[in-house]
């Protein structure tokens, strides 16, 4: 994991409870059994994002989460499992919030198949 920035929080596993949500799933087929998604939260200055899957069976598989903007170079990974139609939280990036834009990859593997979900947070 690289980190750079005077601004920039980095929170391992999750986020607490943060008002305003912006939302951004991509690269998923409608029929697919798992999709990726990204969601943006605004809080107290703060920008939070936060990796998801979810998936209509059990999965097992790999997730690679990469923020880049201004002052920002962050690189997550590693593997997940979700259950019969639920979701599992991949990754999570607390920013500061008068930064970016920054531009946010997720891919996850599972299931034979690879998933991409990619947006910019403002």
Not at 10 to 18: E, K, N, Q, S
Not at 39 to 58: D, L, N, P, Y
Not at 66 to 92: D, M, R
């Amino acid at each position: 994991m690289n980190v750079s920035g005077k601004h920039l929080v980095f929170a391992a596993l999750g986020l607490t409870a943060v008002a305003g949500t912006g939302f951004a799933s991509a690269g998923n087929d409608a029929g697919a059994p798992m999709r990726c998604e990204i969601v943006e939260t605004k809080s107290g200055g703060m920008k939070g994002i936060e990796a998801r899957a979810s998936s209509h069976e059990r999965m097992t598989g790999t997730y690679r989460l990469v923020v880049a903007g201004p002052g920002a170079n962050i690189s997550q990974g590693g593997e997940f499992e979700t259950g019969a139609g639920g979701s599992a939280k991949l990754g999570s990036v607390m920013l500061g919030g008068n930064g970016g834009p920054y531009d946010v990859r997720l891919e996850v593997k599972a299931g034979g198949r690879t998933y991409d979900c990619t947006t910019v947070v403002r």
